[in-house]
Nanobody, 119 residues
């Protein structure tokens, strides 16, 4: 059994910062790509950023220069540092991990953490 648990969401004013964390636990051999997605009310879930086990990163254009994804492989944890937050960043943020247990990799999702940016 593998669980991904996010934390760090909350309410912040425009221009502020938040740092999200996602910890994976369970019978984990390794975790390949980890990612943050978000889903705003009434919209589809979208990829915000992802990071390979080796540290290569990818960002959606709207967050480039403002958000930074990082990971600690020893702790099975991925982070999302969000700076210069804007009201349009308001969404539920989900962690996703491609986890290797005893077999082939399988994708797991966290339960989500709410980020609300007030203007």
């Amino acid at each position: 059994q593998v669980q991904l648990v996010e934390s760090g969401g909350g309410l912040v004013q425009a221009g502020g910062s938040l740092r999200l964390s996602c910890v994976a636990s369970g019978s984990i051999l390794s975790i390949n790509t980890m990612a943050w997605y978000r889903q705003a009310q009434g919209k589809q879930r979208e990829l915000v950023a992802d990071i390979t086990r080796g540290g290569s990163t990818n960002y959606v254009d709207s967050v480039k220069g403002r958000f930074t994804i990082s990971r600690d492989n020893a702790k099975n944890t991925v982070y999302l540092q969000m700076n210069s937050l804007q009201p349009e960043d308001t969404a539920v943020y989900y962690c996703r991990g491609r986890v290797v247990t005893v077999g082939i990799p399988y994708v797991y999702w966290g339960q989500g953490t709410q980020v609300t940016v007030s203007s």
